[in-house]
């Protein structure tokens, strides 16, 4: 079903869409306005799932226990070069 908005463009936005209706990549204004917006909806969607990802590596962290201090690279380093015991 398609729907009639009134849109108000600045002179650039204007010029865009005739320049792709007038190089023919588009056969009219709606349809440059279309692609326009099944982009921003990608984006959305992509923006969403990743705020998801986040929230749920924040939960499973939270989930994991206490924090603990890090205490640098240096004791890291020294921690990974102990021998293991057996």
């Not at 729907?3 to 792709?20: G, R, V």
């Amino acid at each position: 079903m398609k729907h009639s908005f009134e849109l108000t463009l600045d002179d650039k936005q204007s010029a865009f869409i005739s320049e792709m209706v007038k190089q023919g990549r588009f056969v009219e204004a709606s349809d440059v306005v279309g692609a326009g917006l099944n982009l921003l909806e990608r984006a959305e969607l992509s923006r969403l799932a990743q705020l998801q990802e986040f929230e749920s590596e924040i939960a499973a962290g939270l989930e994991s226990g206490p924090s603990v201090e890090w205490e640098g690279m240096e004791a890291l380093i020294r921690e990974a070069s102990q021998p293991i015991a057996r």
